[in-house]
């Protein structure tokens, strides 16, 4: 059973499109986030949600939007794509918000 | 302002030999520590973390990092390093709702 789990794991579309990630955790973790890496493989951390609220709000384009159905789900709906949100998102789980994360796969955007 | 700092961008070692990674981490407080590796297409795998209590902590894959409040840094060691071991390495400083990596570590291992 896979306990991050995201989806699509590829995502390849056309600037000016909008697209969702989605990501599901079946660890009964309370604690949620969603992480940039960029080309060059630095990790950021974009959103975080405790119990379905928004924790962390990093500076991102607000064409970013965490949405947190339940605390088992967060997807990121992103408005207006430009080249430069190629990268690789992934999504994490945590206990708590200080707990060790879990990671998903990641999901490979790429924008032509 | 919390930072941490991964000097080395590349390392490469004999498969056989020893390994440290060095993590040096900037905060307030004493920050909860983590150790990720990362293979390629593959997410972040846990290797080990460190909270509170003994400064020498194990993780998985034979590998320990140890705490040193002194000198602001939580190195990864392993004694003897496998070809299955080539990765990216990457240090986690998590405090009160900050969460920062540093830049990674990629590790190459020769035959």
């Known amino acids: 059973d896979t306990a991050v789990s995201q989806t699509p794991k590829y995502l390849v579309t056309q600037m000016g499109n909008d697209k969702s990630i989605k990501c599901e955790q079946n660890?009964?973790?309370?604690?949620m986030y969603w992480y940039k890496q960029d080309s060059k493989k630095f990790l950021k951390i974009m959103f975080s949600?405790?119990?379905?609220?928004?924790?962390i709000n990093e500076t991102v384009p607000n064409r970013f939007s965490p949405k947190s159905p339940d605390k088992a789900h967060l997807n990121l709906h992103i408005n207006s794509l430009e080249l430069g949100d190629s990268a690789v998102y992934f999504c994490?789980?945590?206990?708590?918000?200080?707990?060790?994360?879990?990671f998903g796969d990641g999901t490979r955007l790429s924008i032509l | 302002a919390q930072s941490v700092t991964q000097p080395d961008i590349h390392i490469t070692v004999s498969e056989g030999a020893s390994l440290e990674l060095r993590c040096n981490y900037s905060?307030?407080?004493?920050?909860?520590l983590f150790w990720y590796v990362q293979s390629p297409g593959q997410g972040l795998q846990l290797l080990l973390k460190?909270?509170?209590?003994?400064?020498l902590v194990q993780g998985i894959k034979g590998f320990e990092a140890e705490f040193k409040r002194s000198q602001s840094s939580f190195n990864l060691r392993k004694p003897s390093v496998h070809w299955s071991d080539a990765a990216e390495y990457f240090c986690?400083?998590?405090?009160?709702?900050?969460?920062?990596f540093g830049t990674g570590t990629r590790l190459k291992v020769l035959a």
């Open positions: 994490a789980s945590s206990q708590d918000s200080q707990g060790p994360q879990h």
């Open positions: 660890l009964g973790h309370d604690t």
């Open positions: 949600y405790n119990n379905k609220e928004l924790i």
């Open positions: 905060y307030g407080a004493t920050p909860y």
């Open positions: 460190y909270f509170s209590g003994d400064t």
């Open positions: 986690l400083s998590s405090g009160t709702y900050k969460y920062i």
